[in-house]
């Protein structure tokens, strides 16, 4: 799945000046991959913000793993 997204995100970029500045490849596709666990983690927790306020859920009640 990853790499479907990497290579869908290099045709998005490939002709983006900040994306070409960075001239390894490896190192392009590590920015993506950060960039996409950072949307990832926002999407998680602004799910559980909204998923709690639903349930009346706070935060000091959850175990974490």
């Known amino acids: 799945m990853l790499e ?3 290579s ?10 900040r994306f070409k500045a960075v001239e390894r490849e490896r190192d392009r596709k590590d920015l993506i ?15 559980f913000i909204f998923l709690s306020s639903i349930y009346n859920i706070h935060p000091n009640n959850l175990v974490h793993y």
Do not use: G, R, W
Request: net charge negative; no cysteine; charged share 30%.
């Open 33 to 47: 991959e950060t960039h996409l666990q950072e949307l990832e983690e926002k999407v998680y927790f602004a799910s």
């Open 8 to 17: 869908k995100a290099v045709t998005l970029f490939e002709n983006d000046e």
């Open 4 to 6: 479907i997204l990497l």
